[in-house]
């Protein structure tokens, strides 16, 4: 990952990152996924190049109470997922357990990350499956029209929050200003801005669209989140867009 794109990120994670550990967040069903939709309306665009892209699940749960159940649930994935790689650490805290496959034709990369720890007094274990990719492609959507919910099913007790970004590059010269260009990509995705943040080289917008249903119920139903960052004058623009919170490295 690039130092520009950790940086945007440093500046728009605090945001959703609380959000997301906790759940403020609300589901409705839908037909298509979220980071099917995104790629659709970006790939429409002639000047808006994907670079990388990620979809996070995520579910918190109380249901593991000790190590011995922790671990249960561990051996349960290692039998429906037999080609992930898992890592185990455990420590006075708590539990942790990863499990990653990386595809040899796409290299698009799975990962399955269990987390227990002490909270108030009670265990809770945190739940995340991450997929993520380099480029986009019909093997990419593939996935996502076919298998991603059934690993969805296969991961999770209950149906889980899900988030999606995408990072990539504007090819145009910025010869207008930011404010304006990320003024066009709400338009692309049918947004209306809640809450911005600009400084000379930089700004973010969280939003609104009727495109996405899943929402944060305490922040204005937002759902989307918009990024750029340029190099300055003749530099390149590097663009994140998240639904409904941008992605985190834990």
């Keep these: 990952m690039s130092s520009n794109i950790k940086k945007m990120f440093s500046y728009i994670v605090i945001l959703g990152l609380i959000a997301m ?15 099917v939709t995104m790629t659709e309306l970006i790939e ?23 190590q011995h159940s922790f671990e249960s649930e561990v051996n349960k994935l290692k039998a429906d997922f037999p080609l992930f790689i898992w890592k185990h650490e455990n420590n006075a805290s708590g539990w942790k357990a990863i499990g990653t496959y990386t595809n040899a ?7 399955i990350n269990l987390m227990s720890t002490r909270e108030n007094n009670q265990m809770v274990t945190y739940i995340i499956y991450e997929v993520k990719g380099s480029h986009w492609d019909h093997e990419a959507k593939s996935f996502f029209t076919t298998t991603f919910e059934k690993r969805t099913d296969d ?13 990539g590059t504007i090819s145009d010269t910025m010869d207008t200003v930011l404010t304006s260009e990320i003024t066009r990509l709400l338009g692309v995705f049918k947004g209306k801005t809640i809450e ?6 930089f700004i973010s917008v969280s939003g609104q669209t009727s495109l996405f249903d899943q929402y944060l ?22 663009f994140v867009v998240g639904t409904p919170i941008v992605t985190f490295e834990y």
């Design 21 to 35: 550990l906790f759940g403020n967040s609300t589901i409705m069903a839908k037909d298509k996924t979220d980071i």
């Design 44 to 66: 429409k665009e002639e000047n808006l190049t994907i670079e990388s892209w990620s979809v996070y699940a995520r579910e918190r749960t109380l249901s593991i109470k000790d």
């Design 105 to 111: 034709e796409t290299k698009n990369k799975e990962i």
């Design 155 to 167: 991961i999770f007790r209950e149906k889980p929050l899900i988030f999606s970004c995408i990072q």
């Design 196 to 201: 911005s943040m600009k400084e000379p080289n």
């Design 217 to 238: 119920e305490k922040k204005h139903h937002l759902n989307l989140q918009l990024a750029l960052r340029t190099e300055g004058l003749s530099g390149k623009t590097t």
